[in-house]
Nanobody
Framework: QVQLVESGGGLVQPGGSLRVSCAAS????????MGWYRQAPGKQRELVAR???????SYADSVKGRFTISRDNGKNTVSLQMNSLKVEDTGVYLC?????????WGKGTQVTVSS
């Protein structure tokens, strides 16, 4: 069992930066692939960035070159650095831990990009 708690959301102007983090409790954090998803009003939940247990990263085309996902297995955390934010990046950002059929979610943190 893994519990995930996100933090770091907030209001930022277009072009600004924000860092959201996810703290995991429970055992075996290092074996999980970790992902950040985004849920915008009226839209389907989408995968924004993912990092495997081995550290391989992947990104949605819409955030490539702007967002960076990282993990610290010693601290059981995964973070998402978001730069050059756009209005369309607005949404609830949810942390996900996945290992085969095991799938855990945090409750999310709100990111609002607005002038």
């Amino acid at each position: 069992q893994v519990q995930l708690v996100e933090s770091g959301g907030g209001l930022v102007q277009p072009g600004g930066s924000l860092r959201v983090s996810c703290a995991a409790s429970g055992s075996g954090f290092s074996i999980y692939a970790m992902g950040w998803y985004r849920q915008a009003p009226g839209k389907q939940r989408e995968l924004v960035a993912r990092i495997t247990s081995g550290g391989t990263t992947s990104y949605a085309d819409s955030v490539k070159g702007r967002f960076t996902i990282s993990r610290d297995n010693g601290k059981n955390t995964v973070s998402l650095q978001m730069n050059s934010l756009k209005v369309e990046d607005t949404g609830v950002y949810l942390c996900n831990a996945n290992y085969f059929a095991k799938n855990y979610w945090g409750k999310g943190t709100q990111v609002t990009v607005s002038s």
